[in-house]
């Protein structure tokens, strides 16, 4: 009871973004059909950087869904396996662990970009460059088919590099921050809180980030995904969902000290001094500026690069994604 006490002050205290065109949409949703559906799941994954699907738990209610919930899901390839069978509706991922399950057939499609930037490469000092991974151990936690093997895997064939050749993978139970701070691997992919910890202990060096650093910088890292069945029963109730997820990423710009509350008060991070910078540092804001079929095009490019996906990236944009719903919230929302 508590929680939802704080989410409900924390979405009432913001009449003043109001003003500043956060609620704009609010009149076409009035004049559009109702939703077809009152139902709508997310994917409960840990992180901080997917804090606009909780902050949009009540304008999602208020777009007309009075079934709406969460469910357990790890982040990555598992989250969207749960969206291909139906287990939830709507997921927010990475945009390389959405490219692979739609290689692969699985019915779902990315529908909108969520955010830019939330992950950097950690490495040792005499590590300037992607390149210098060469011959060097990275951690990537449990197994080859984690988020940060598949990045980083995209980063190497970007800058020429054979990922399966030319680096040492490092697998297993321990963590990769954990043993980076061990000086047991070379370089690691992190994401918050990982980044803003690391930074603050003055372990290792960022080589890259991707909210700074072209081209990353210039691409969705976090997009929204919906199961393909369920976009296709109900076009309308997508469109507000989708309307909902981007009008609370520009909550997280304005508001990143109140968001941080209320992602320590839902229980999704325990380091509010963290998220607070976490937030101010990820340019939420800039979802206007990016098209998000670029992110597609780019990363499936990188994947089909590294051997990882067999699709070339025309295939996986006419396979697994349907920009009209986000274009159309974009022009409604745009400031």
């Given at each position: 009871m508590q929680i939802v006490q704080n989410r409900r002050r924390f979405l009432t205290g913001l009449s003043a973004l109001a003003g500043a065109g956060l609620a704009r949409g609010r009149n076409a949703a009035a004049a559009e059909a109702a939703p077809e559906t009152t139902v709508a799941r997310f994917a409960a994954a840990p992180g901080i950087c997917i804090a606009p699907q909780y902050v949009a738990e009540d304008l999602i209610r208020a777009e007309g869904f009075s079934d709406f919930g969460f469910v357990a899901a790890d982040a990555g390839i598992a989250q969207t396996e749960m969206l291909a069978r139906g287990d939830i509706d709507f997921g927010i991922d990475f945009a390389t662990a959405l490219i692979i399950p739609v290689d692969t057939g699985a019915p779902i499609k990315v529908i909108s970009g969520v955010h830019v930037g939330c992950y950097e490469l950690f490495g040792r000092e005499d590590i300037k460059s992607i390149a210098d991974l060469k011959g060097r151990k990275v951690g990537v936690g449990g197994n080859l088919s984690s988020d940060p093997h598949i990045f980083v895997s995209a980063m190497a064939t970007y800058v020429g590099l054979d990922p399966q050749r030319?680096?040492?993978?490092?697998?297993?139970?321990?963590?990769?921050?954990?043993l980076f701070a061990e000086g047991k691997v070379d370089a690691f992919l992190a994401f918050p809180p990982e980044a803003q910890d690391l930074r603050a202990r003055k372990v290792g060096h960022v080589i890259l980030d991707s909210s700074k650093d072209r081209p990353w910088s210039q691409y969705y890292c976090c997009m929204l995904a919906v199961n393909a069945a369920y976009a296709e029963k109900n076009p309308a109730a997508t469109k507000r969902v989708i309307r909902a997820i981007i009008k609370s990423a520009d909550i997280c710009a304005a508001e990143p000290e109140r968001v941080a509350r209320l992602l320590v008060d839902g229980g999704h991070t325990d380091q509010y001094d963290y998220a607070v910078q976490s937030l101010r540092e990820l340019p939420y804001s800039n979802w206007r500026d990016?098209?998000?079929?670029?992110?597609?095009?780019?990363?499936?490019?990188?994947?089909?690069?590294?051997?990882?996906?067999?699709?070339?990236?025309?295939?996986?944009?006419?396979?697994?994604?349907?920009?009209?719903?986000?274009?159309?919230?974009?022009?409604?929302l745009k400031i």
């Open positions: 030319d680096i040492e993978w490092i697998v297993g139970e321990a963590k990769p921050a954990e990016f098209d998000p079929e670029d992110t597609i095009r780019f990363f499936s490019l990188r994947l089909h690069e590294a051997g990882i996906v067999k699709s070339n990236p025309n295939e996986i944009i006419a396979n697994g994604t349907d920009w009209q719903f986000f274009n159309e919230v974009k022009r409604e």
